[in-house]
């Protein structure tokens, strides 16, 4: 018998029609149906046009229509709602929120805004009992939940009770530090600090992931320096209950850091360093910081550690280098710089040589010498001959042999021959057109024009350099122009001008006493020139670094009379205050001077550091 396969061929063109049949099917439902969508979006857009324009009335009747619509009910849910309630018809906001409620059971956000609305009808009391009912509900959910609840409590400005939820749900969850971050938030708002600070250090334990986010929230959510304080408190007695927990080492050495309390930043860099077995590393990087930020002694007892600490270790010749540096530092800023201590320092420098040999190692130590012998001893031909092996040795470095000519500039100025300094800063301009080293050099050829009283051509270098991408250059070029031109407006022979860069020079040559000499001279001869009070300033600091503190101060004391509210007023106070502290050692009067420039010059470039003098002197803090 024959199959019959008609069937099959059958049921395939059918499946084929009734496909057909319910693709059209669709599209008419769609023709027939999209006017209607279109006309509901349409009437939401109404709705909420006239919620934005306050035509409550009007929004209403439009978001009645739509609520009957179950698709759009969350989205106008909210407009919705604040119109019945600017409309005050509290018994339709109601019905409103309870039947979202009865269609989300698990959301917190309507059983918060019915409580809220309970408490616009100042049914305190009943609003008080949902807010708890909703702790107690919700205090089992999952964390999204808690926390949905939570910022719904903040968005109605109930802290308390945001508090209560999160306190709830770590309660219920066992675990104190859950939640922490966003406790800390609430608690901020309860200007609760301290509290706020432990939930940070709760979820900075954590994880180490956590430590970096939290050192940034610290840093936004603290303003006053007893914060600061509290802060600092609270992590040393941590520490001292948890000595292993690392977390307090290292946000205490953020807040010595922060603070430019380098010794102390030292304290907890030595115990992460030996925690971690980082071999000196960070060590190394906060020692850079202190001597960048002229910390000396800081910078040499960091350097000296890793030196001593890890004798074999990949650090150890930039950490003597670093160190000998850093002592040179404190030798140069005790004034009066004692030429045994500066002999003995070559000495350092040269054993450091014959350990290391002369090589891109010890370059920055063979010109280092080179300027101690040049700058301090007065063998500018032993600093030539030193600086023209060390950059012969370190030819490729093109950027050390800049610097190296640079600093041979400056030797042949000390010497008087200015026309060679002027050709080698000229070389390094050429060579490092548009880096540091070669803005420094322009502005040392700005300082030759001005040293001879070339102003106008000083003041075209400076015009340049005022546009320099290093802050200092810039700086010290806009410096140097307002002296300038200050001093020609009144002025316009320039007398008063070029007397005082004869003595700029002499200052820079170290000859001390004659640039004294000329400074006083000054002081008559051009009395009542605009230029006095920064020969006054000049005078100041001279008669310290040549160990004349008490004469010191009483030319600072006329400045800061006389000139308090110049330029110079604050420099002059600050000093004041250091001198006081450092050379009398009379810190009452420190202490006082430096309260005083707090209050009289709040923008003054030394505030963070009066204020960090000021408390050590209180007795807040050992640095």
């Given amino acids: 018998m024959k199959k019959n396969i008609a069937p099959r061929n059958g049921d395939k063109s059918t499946r084929n029609v009734d496909n057909l049949w319910k693709s059209l099917w669709i599209i008419a439902f769609l023709l027939i149906t999209s006017p209607f969508l279109g006309a509901q979006n349409q009437d939401m857009a109404l709705a909420d046009d006239y919620f934005d324009r306050q035509e409550y009335e009007k929004a209403r009747e439009m978001y009645e229509k739509l609520a009957r619509n179950p698709r759009y009910a969350t989205i106008i849910y909210r407009n919705y709602l604040q119109t019945l309630v600017q409309l005050k018809d509290y018994r339709e906001a109601e019905k409103w929120v309870k039947r979202q409620i009865k269609d989300n059971p698990q959301n917190p956000t309507y059983r918060v805004d019915y409580a809220g609305l309970l408490e616009t009808q100042t049914q305190i009391e009943k609003a008080d009992a949902e807010c708890a009912k909703i702790v107690e509900d919700f205090k089992k959910s999952s964390r999204e939940t808690v926390l949905e609840a939570t910022e719904q409590f903040l968005r109605l400005d109930k802290v308390d009770w945001a508090e209560k939820m999160l306190l709830a749900a770590r309660k219920t969850a066992k675990d104190d530090n859950a939640y922490a971050l966003e406790m800390a938030d609430v608690l901020r708002l309860l200007n609760k600090p301290e509290a706020m600070v432990q939930e940070y250090l709760n979820y900075a334990k954590q994880s180490p992931n956590h430590i970096e986010p939290v050192k940034g929230y610290l840093q936004d959510r603290l303003s006053k320096q007893e914060d600061f304080d509290k802060l600092e408190r609270t992590l040393l007695e941590q520490l001292q209950k948890e000595p292993n927990e690392v977390t307090y080492n290292e946000l205490l050495l953020w807040l010595y850091l922060q603070q430019k309390r380098f010794t102390r930043a030292f304290v907890q860099a030595k115990a992460l360093d030996k925690r971690y077995r980082l ?179 000083a003041e075209e270098h400076l015009n340049i350099l005022k546009e320099a991408t290093s802050r200092e250059i810039a700086n010290d070029a806009m410096d140097l122009s307002l002296l300038i031109q200050d001093n020609l407006v009144f002025d316009t022979t320039g007398a008063a001008l070029q007397e005082y860069a004869k003595i700029e020079l002499m200052i820079f040559q170290h000859k001390d006493a004659e640039a004294l000499n000329a400074l006083n001279k000054m002081q008559t001869d051009f009395a009542g020139n605009s230029i006095i009070d920064e020969v006054l300033w000049e005078k100041a600091k001279l008669l310290l670094k040549m160990d004349k503190p008490t004469e010191s101060i009483v030319v600072l004391q006329k400045i800061v009379n006389e000139y308090g509210e110049d330029i110079l007023g604050d420099d002059a106070y600050f000093l004041l205050a250091k001198t006081y502290e450092e050379k009398l050692k009379d810190k009452e009067k420190a202490k006082e001077l430096y309260a005083s420039l707090l209050d009289k010059y709040p923008g003054s470039i030394y505030i963070a550091e009066a204020r960090k003098r000021f408390r050590i002197l209180r007795g807040d803090f050992v640095n």
């Fill in 279 to 457: 071999e000196g590393s960070e060590l190394m990087n906060i020692g850079e910081i202190s001597f960048k930020n002229a910390d000396f002694v800081a910078a040499k007892s960091i350097f000296e550690y890793v030196i001593n600490t890890y004798p074999n270790g990949m650090n150890y010749p930039m950490a003597r280098n670093k160190y000998l540096k850093a002592k040179e530092e404190v030798i140069k800023n005790t004034f009066p710089v004692q030429m045994s201590e500066i002999n003995s320092l070559l000495q350092d420098y040269k054993k450091l040589l014959n350990d290391l040999g002369k090589n891109y190692k010890t370059k920055d130590a063979l010109r280092n010498m080179a300027l101690l012998y040049a700058f301090y001893l007065d063998k500018k031909d032993t600093a030539i001959a030193i600086l023209t092996e060390t950059i012969e040795i370190n030819k490729s470095d093109v950027n050390y042999v800049a610097q190296c000519k640079t600093d041979l500039g400056d030797i042949y100025l000390l010497k008087g021959e200015t026309w060679e300094s002027t050709l080698l800063y000229s070389q390094v301009e050429k060579l490092k057109k548009d880096h540091p080293i070669g803005h420094e050099a322009k502005l040392k050829n700005a300082k030759l024009s001005f040293y001879s009283g070339e102003f106008s051509l």
